[in-house]
């Protein structure tokens, strides 16, 4: 279903947009492993939710993912018995998470629209839930609020992104496929830091530390529930994206945000 309002897009937006559409191959390979999944797994060394344990109970529960990319977590979501809604900027990535509802015989909606202007009435959905979607390219007040709003009463917004950490660790170089992005010093300030932007990298995404967040989550009106910082497991050195494993061992490179709209 396309409801992008192309008029009302931000500058990041249509970066966003555009080097999302160009990058959305990249992503095919890697989309047909998590939809094939035996079970739902979080970030980038994919550890297991029976081992972290994360969700809510979502079974009979009106989802929506924000940024949902090829979709595989709505997938899990359905196979859940949740009733997922994947949002998306990118039509081409929404091309894809299509291709593989025709190849699972799994279907449910997909709409191409931006998670900060979400074509949907207020308070539709119980579960709210975003893995490097718009938890990272969306402008956090934006989508949050628009997270907010979406949610009935009681519901709750889960959402995983890149540490503060490891973003204050990265090299000032194009993150991905480069082996030692990510040091052990600390290459930025902490302070002011929330639009990231890398050399020859057209998409714009964003961080906050967590004291600022856990200030905009409160003003917004959502009661923090759990933050939960992702170590690496063991296994052999490789790199995931742009962080070595033994760096990923030492400190964090995700954190998931549990966070409840008052009932
Ligand atoms: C790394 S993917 C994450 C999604 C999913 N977990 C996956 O791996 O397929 C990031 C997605 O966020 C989407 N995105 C970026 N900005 C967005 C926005 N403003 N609204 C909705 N989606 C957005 C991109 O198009 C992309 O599909």
């Not at 990041?12 to 094939?36: F, I």
């Not at 997909?110 to 119980?126: C, G, K, M, Q, R």
């Amino acid at each position: 279903m396309d409801e992008l309002d192309v008029d009302r897009l931000r500058e990041h937006e249509l970066r966003n947009r555009s080097g999302w559409n160009a990058d959305a191959p990249n992503w095919v390979e890697g989309g047909r492993r998590n939809w094939a999944s035996s079970e739902p797994t979080w970030g980038m060394f994919e550890l297991p939710e029976s081992e972290l344990k994360l969700l809510p109970d979502v079974d009979g529960l009106d989802a929506i993912e924000l940024g949902c990319g090829t979709a595989y977590w709505s997938a899990w979501l359905a196979r859940l018995g949740a009733r997922p809604v994947g949002i998306d900027l990118s039509e081409r990535q929404l091309e894809t998470a299509a291709m593989f509802q025709s190849e699972h015989g799994l279907q449910f909606p997909l709409i191409h629209a931006s998670a900060e202007n979400v074509p949907l009435p207020d308070e539709s959905f119980d579960f709210a839930f975003s893995e490097y979607g718009a938890a990272i390219w969306c402008e956090p007040q934006a989508w949050l609020a628009e997270a907010y709003r979406l949610l009935r009463p009681g519901g709750r917004l889960i959402f995983l992104g890149n540490s503060p950490l490891v973003m204050l660790c990265a090299k000032e170089t194009e993150l991905d496929e480069v082996e030692d992005a990510v040091g052990p010093q600390l290459m930025r300030p902490q302070f002011g830091m929330h639009r990231l932007e890398w050399p020859n990298e057209e998409e714009v995404s964003f961080l906050l530390p967590h004291g600022e967040m856990i200030a905009l989550l409160q003003q917004i009106g959502f009661e923090l529930e759990s933050l939960t910082e992702i170590q690496a497991p063991e296994g052999a050195e490789e790199t995931r994206y742009f962080v070595p494993r033994s760096w990923a061992r030492k400190w964090p490179c995700e954190d998931v945000w549990s966070v409840r709209k008052a009932a």
